[in-house]
Every structure is written in structure tokens, then in C-alpha cells.
């Protein structure tokens, strides 16, 4: 058996552990069983946004005649688009393994526990007083063997489809579809209901689904019955809720319809860490799990699913196992962004979930079209929408759409880390006409509202 001051198991986020805690003259191992870097690097984040990238300045050329602007495609080199994202993607398992010093081991295979402290990998077994689980999430399986999730994309090694027919109506299948449409790719998404990013505040999905279906084909209530591959097309049935039927087809059919914890492969069985009803692994404030000195971060735990809350807390994780930091790390806030067409940007609770919690709140909207800059966009739906504690006026919740949401949230984002409290954006001097300007009538409106909340 083989002793380590640390093991970690999966190199996405917790990378970087490995990193400092070899550093820092520990004895680590880090085991990978795919491409060292994790998700987000990989096929996740990174290169969808590098798509995204593309699409915007397709979309941008589309949309070009709202300023009497005529404007028009002659060819998008998709293949090209791919070659170079791919080019990305391939360099990223060598740039992780070289981040390690001498006191690094890596391990590539599919690491289980034998016993709590106790993880074999190829057939070796390791040992440490502390461990890391850092294993992520997996695309759901297709329901046809042919069909692709986005791992399927990332990287995209044979020929780019002329069509493609998504499935889902979370960020991931919302941001895909975005590209292919932007880029010529013949696209379709099949939404099981009415909603689509159900998770957004109501207002905001109600103004994205407005705004989508202008540019995306859309088959709301719809699932797919049927599906056949056969002349390298997929032929489908789609069944509408209703019971109405139709026929389509495409070259192409991804799944983007949620993710799994990479949980069940790793034999927990064998020890005392204990998993919810969903197998993510549950954990404490500090994210120790059931068992001491085993740690869970990232998005094993189910907790955010998001990159900057995973390198977050691997980042405070390497503070508690090197520093000894006994300070517990709370995220009051995480934020997120939908890179889609409108972007979306969104931070603390929705309206729904206020309600569903019984927590007060005062719910602000306003449009940005107070802004010269909002203005000269030539579109109508940006807008911010706040929730106020009544009682202090701390923000509980804000939400975006709009063009470069996720840049416009950060200037929310430092008031909430720093002293939370709206009176603050209604109070700071705005440049003017920056599109950040629009928070200054969104913020007066807020802080009038809940004024009047009291009345
Ligand atoms: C298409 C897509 C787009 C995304 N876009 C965004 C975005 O814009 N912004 C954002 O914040 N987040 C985004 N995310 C989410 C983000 O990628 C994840 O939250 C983040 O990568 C999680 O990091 P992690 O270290 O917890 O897990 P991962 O990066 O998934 O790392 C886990 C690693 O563990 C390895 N592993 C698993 N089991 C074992 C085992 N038994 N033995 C050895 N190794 C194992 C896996 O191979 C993997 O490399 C996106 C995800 C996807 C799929």
C-alpha cells in the first residue's frame, strides 16, 4: 500500500490542489480516469463559450438590418470553428500535468474505495490521512446509442452535421442550440414542457422564451416517441403532450437533459461516506463528508454545478488541509450566466424560491431603456429585476437579460460581497451613458418600492 499526505481524486477543479499541496512539500497523488483538467477545460465551459464566440458575431450580422444596416452571410466555415476549438481542447491535458512539482504522483484509471481511507487505482493500492472527491458529473445517456451529449462535441472528431435536433431546456441545451442556429446548422429543440430555463427567475425565462423562439425552432410539450438511425439520419416521432404526432428528422441528436454524479463507480459502499437520494455526496459546512478527513468539492456534491463555485472551493479546501483554516466557507451568493442570445446573469434567490421559502422580499423590475447605450442596441426586453429585504434593504436576489448580462452582474456582485445593501447602486456615481447606468433607475425604482412596501 502506498502512503500519501493527500489523494485526490479527479484532476477537473481540484487540479489545483494538487498543485499547491505539492507545493507546499506534500506527498499528493491525484487520480484521473479521463482527460486531466476536468470538465470545464475540457468539454464544458471553455470551449461552448469559445462556440459562443462565433455565434455572437453571426448573430450580430443577422441582426444587423435593426440598424438599417444591410448586411448579409456569404459562408460560416463551421468545420474551421470546430478545427480550432478542438485545437483547444487538445491542449489542455498536457498544460494540467505540467502544473505538478516532483511531489505530485498522477494516476490515470478509474480510482474506488477499498475502505475509508483506504483507494485503489490499475490494481495499486494508496493510502492518506486526508482525501479529496472531486469526481464531477456526467452527461445523462442518450436514449439512442447514436445520439451525442456535449461530450460528444467537445471534441467534435468527425464531420460537422448539416442538422441537429437538441433535447433539453437547461443552459447547456439553450447555449448549444444557440450556436448551431447562429451558425447555419439546420437546429431544432425539443422542450418536454412549457418551460424552458425553468430555474431562471419567472419574469426573466418569461422574456427569454419570448426573445428565443425568434431566432430558435422550438417544439414546446414535445418529447420524442419514436427514433431510428438509419442512412446516417435520425428519423423521429415526436409526440406532442397533447397526443398529436409528427415526423422529423436530422443528421445529428444531442441530449442536454441534466447530469449525473460520477458517484457510483467509486465503490462508497465500502465506507462510511453517505450520498443523497440523487448520489451526490453530502457533506458539512467545511465540505467534509460523513467521514473525517474525506472531503467532497465540486460538483460532486450537487451543490452549485458551476466552475468558479467547484475552483472556489478548492481554492478555501487547500486553506483548511495546508493552513490549518478552521474559518467555514459559506457562498451566501452564487452567481450564474446564460451565454445565450439574450444573455441572462442571474445571482441569489428568484421570486419563486423567495415565495417557496417564505422569505419577505420586494420585487423591483425595471428596463434599461433609461441608458443611451441600452438604447442604441434597438431592442426593447433588457431589464433588471431586483428582490429587497424589506427590512434592511440587502439584496436577496437580482436578474439580468440583456446584451453582456454577465459583465453588467459583477458591478451587483461587489456590493453584495462587500456591504449589501441596494442604496448603495442608488447612491454611487454612474458613468454616463455606460450601459451600467441602467442600474441607477432600477436601483431608485428598488429602494421607492420598498419604501413604499412600509407604507
Ligand atoms: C457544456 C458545459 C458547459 C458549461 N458551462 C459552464 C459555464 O459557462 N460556467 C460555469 O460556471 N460552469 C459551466 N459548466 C459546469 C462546469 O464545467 C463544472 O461545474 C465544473 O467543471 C466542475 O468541476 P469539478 O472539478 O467539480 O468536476 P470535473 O471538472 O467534472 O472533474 C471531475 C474529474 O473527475 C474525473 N473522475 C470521475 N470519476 C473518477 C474516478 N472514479 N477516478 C478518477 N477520476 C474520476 C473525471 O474524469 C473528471 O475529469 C459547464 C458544463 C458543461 C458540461
Known amino acids: 500500500m502506498k502512503t500519501f499526505d493527500i489523494i485526490i481524486i479527479g484532476a477537473g477543479r481540484a487540479s489545483n490542489l494538487a498543485k499547491t499541496a505539492g507545493k507546499a512539500g506534500k506527498k499528493v497523488a491525484i487520480i484521473e480516469k479521463s482527460s486531466f483538467g476536468g470538465t470545464c477545460p475540457n468539454r464544458g465551459c471553455v470551449p461552448s463559450k469559445l462556440l459562443i464566440g462565433y455565434a455572437h458575431v453571426a448573430r450580430s450580422i443577422k441582426e444587423a438590418s435593426r440598424h438599417f444596416i444591410d448586411a448579409q452571410i456569404n459562408s460560416i466555415n463551421v468545420e474551421k470553428i ?128 419570448e426573445e428565443f423562439t425568434k431566432n430558435i425552432d422550438i417544439e414546446f410539450d414535445t418529447s420524442i416517441q419514436k427514433v431510428e438511425h438509419k442512412d446516417n439520419m435520425f428519423h423521429m416521432t415526436l409526440i406532442n403532450i397533447d397526443g398529436s404526432t409528427k415526423e422529423h428528422q436530422s443528421e445529428a441528436l444531442l441530449y442536454a437533459t441534466g447530469r449525473d454524479p460520477n458517484t457510483d463507480t467509486l465503490k462508497l459502499e465500502n465506507t462510511d461516506i453517505k450520498v443523497n437520494e440523487r448520489g451526490f455526496i453530502t457533506r458539512d459546512d467545511s465540505f467534509e463528508t460523513s467521514v473525517k478527513g474525506i472531503y467532497v468539492v465540486g460538483d460532486a456534491s450537487g451543490e452549485h454545478m458551476l466552475q468558479h463555485a467547484a475552483a472556489a472551493e478548492v481554492n478555501h479546501l487547500a486553506k483548511v488541509l495546508l493552513k490549518d483554516n478552521k ?31 417564505g422569505i419577505a422580499y420586494v420585487a423591483s423590475s425595471r428596463s434599461w431603456l433609461a441608458s443611451a447605450k441600452a438604447q442604441s442596441l434597438r431592442v426593447k426586453y433588457p431589464r433588471t429585476k431586483f428582490l429587497i429585504d424589506p427590512n434592511t434593504y440587502e439584496i436577496l436576489g ?11 452582474m459583477h458591478q451587483v456582485l461587489s456590493i453584495m460581497h462587500l456591504d449589501n445593501d441596494i442604496r448603495h447602486l442608488k447612491e454611487m456615481i454612474y458613468i454616463h451613458p455606460a450601459l451600467s447606468e441602467a442600474f441607477l433607475p432600477a436601483a431608485v425604482k428598488a429602494v421607492a418600492d420598498v419604501r413604499a412596501s412600509k407604507k
Open 398 to 408: 437580482c436578474h439580468l437579460i440583456g446584451p453582456e448580462s454577465s459583465i453588467m
Open 327 to 357: 474559518e467555514i466557507h459559506k457562498f451566501k451568493y452564487m452567481p450564474h450566466a446564460v451565454f445565450t442570445h439574450p444573455e441572462i446573469a442571474s445571482v441569489g434567490l428568484t421570486e419563486q424560491k423567495a415565495q417557496e421559502l
Open 82 to 209: 470546430f478545427e480550432e476549438t478542438n485545437k483547444h481542447i487538445y491542449s489542455v491535458d498536457p498544460a494540467y500535468r505540467n502544473k505538478f512539482n516532483e511531489n505530485v504522483t498522477t494516476f490515470e484509471g478509474e480510482a474506488s474505495f477499498l475502505s475509508n481511507y483506504a483507494v485503489t487505482v490499475n490494481g495499486e493500492e494508496l493510502t492518506a490521512p486526508k482525501i479529496v472527491i472531486a469526481t464531477g458529473t456526467r452527461p445523462k445517456t442518450p436514449e439512442h446509442e447514436k445520439a451525442w451529449t456535449s461530450d460528444d462535441i467537445f471534441p467534435l472528431e468527425g464531420a460537422v452535421p448539416k442538422s441537429i435536433t437538441v433535447v433539453g431546456s437547461g443552459f447547456i441545451a439553450c447555449e448549444l442550440v444557440n450556436f448551431f442556429d447562429a451558425v447555419g446548422i439546420e437546429s431544432k429543440l425539443l422542450v418536454r414542457s412549457q418551460r424552458i430555463l425553468g430555474n431562471e427567475d419567472k419574469d426573466i425565462a418569461a422574456i427569454f422564451k
